[in-house]
C-alpha cells in the first residue's frame, strides 16, 4: 500500500477491522453483531489481500480507538472515573510507536533514504 510519495496508509488500513471487531464485541447486545461480522469479514480480507508486518499494528489501535469511543461516551453521560480513556491511549501509543519504530526508522525494510542528487 505504498503511494507515489512514499506515504504507507497500511497501518490506518488495519485499524478500521480492528474498531469494528471490538465494537461489535462491546455492543453485542445492540447493534454489535452486524459490526462484528463486518470486522471479521474484513479482517479476513486484510490477513489474504492487506499489507502485512508490521502494518498490521493497526489492528490494535483499532481496538484502542474503540476503547477511546467508550470513554467518551462514558464522559457524555457524566462517569469521570471509568479508566477507558488509559486504556486506549495506551493501546493507540503502543502500537503506533511499535509501528514507528519499524518501519520508519532509519535502516528499516521498507524506508525509503533521501538521495542528495550528486
Do not use: K, N
Amino acid at each position: 500500500m505504498e503511494h507515489e510519495r512514499g506515504y504507507d496508509f497500511g497501518f490506518f488500513a488495519w485499524t478500521v477491522p480492528g474498531f469494528l471487531v471490538s465494537v461489535g464485541v462491546i455492543a453485542a447486545l445492540s447493534v454489535g453483531p452486524p459490526l462484528f461480522l463486518l470486522g471479521l469479514v474484513l479482517l479476513v480480507y486484510m490477513q489474504v489481500r492487506g499489507p502485512t508486518w508490521p502494518a498490521d499494528l493497526g489492528l490494535i489501535a483499532g481496538i484502542g480507538v474503540s476503547f477511546l469511543l467508550l470513554a467518551t461516551l462514558a464522559a457524555l453521560d457524566g462517569d469521570r472515573h471509568a479508566p477507558w480513556s488509559a486504556i486506549g491511549l495506551a493501546l493507540v501509543a503502543v502500537s503506533a510507536g511499535a509501528f514507528w519504530w519499524l518501519r520508519c526508522r532509519r535502516g528499516a525494510a521498507g524506508h525509503r533514504r533521501a538521495t542528495s542528487g550528486r
